[in-house]
């Protein structure tokens, strides 16, 4: 067995294992923490695929600021007793199947055309892409005030999130 396939055997089952807890578990952070597996997976295949920019992404973007908004979220809210209910798994359930045999069909009736991947020579190479994406992030004609706009947001929101959460805590409590 190659050490790919090895790879993407135990990447495949940390990313079901993950969706798995964040489906089944009673508690909503272990839930999280299963989400955040299951992205930490992704990231993991597309690190297979040889895009490093794409992992990088995943990791930053998806288990970095969606986990936590996600935590905040949870934070901020009340718990709800009926949030796990049999009924509710079982509807999300069916439409998960539905959403599955919809993208299995889509993806078994696709050419087999990758973009960006030459079949002789394999993925193009990682870090002239990193590189790019970087240099036009920091160019004062391309990226960069949006890029500086965008941080200066999400600081935005986390320090109000913040300030609403030590708000409503010290209120009842």
Same mark, same amino acid.
């Given at each position: 067995?190659?050490?790919?396939?090895?790879?993407?055997?135990?990447?495949?089952?940390?990313?079901?294992?993950?969706? $798995? &807890?964040?489906?089944?578990?009673?508690? @909503? #952070?272990?839930?999280? =923490? %299963?989400? /955040? *597996?299951?992205?930490?997976?992704?990231?993991?295949?597309?690190?297979?695929?040889?895009?490093?920019?794409?992992?990088?992404?995943? $990791? &930053?973007?998806?288990?970095?600021?969606? @986990? #936590?908004?996600?935590? =905040? %979220?949870? /934070? *901020?809210?009340?718990?709800?007793?009926?949030?796990?209910?049999?009924?509710?798994?079982?509807?999300?359930?069916?439409?998960?199947?539905?959403?599955?045999?919809?993208?299995?069909?889509? #993806?078994?009736?696709?050419? %087999?055309?990758?973009?960006?991947?030459?079949?002789?020579?394999?993925?193009?190479?990682?870090?002239?892409?990193?590189?790019?994406?970087?240099?036009?992030?920091?160019?004062?004609?391309?990226?960069?005030?949006?890029?500086?706009?965008?941080?200066?947001?999400?600081?935005?929101?986390?320090?109000?999130?913040?300030?609403?959460?030590?708000?409503?805590?010290?209120?009842?409590?």
């Amino acid at each position: 067995m190659s050490a790919e396939i090895l790879a993407f055997l135990v990447l495949a089952t940390a990313t079901v294992a993950g969706g $798995v &807890v964040t489906l089944w578990s009673r508690y @909503v #952070v272990h839930s999280a =923490f %299963g989400l /955040m *597996l299951s992205l930490l997976g992704v990231a993991g295949f597309y690190v297979l695929l040889g895009s490093d920019f794409l992992a990088v992404t995943q $990791v &930053v973007v998806y288990v970095g600021g969606v @986990v #936590v908004l996600y935590l =905040f %979220g949870v /934070m *901020l809210t009340p718990p709800d007793r009926e949030e796990r209910s049999i009924r509710r798994i079982a509807v999300a359930g069916i439409f998960a199947v539905a959403a599955l045999v919809v993208l299995l069909k889509a #993806v078994f009736g696709m050419e %087999g055309r990758w973009y960006g991947v030459d079949p002789d020579r394999g993925p193009a190479s990682g870090g002239a892409v990193i590189r790019e994406v970087g240099n036009a992030f920091m160019d004062k004609e391309a990226y960069l005030l949006p890029f500086e706009i965008a941080s200066v947001l999400l600081l935005v929101a986390l320090v109000g999130a913040v300030f609403i959460a030590r708000r409503e805590g010290g209120r009842g409590s």
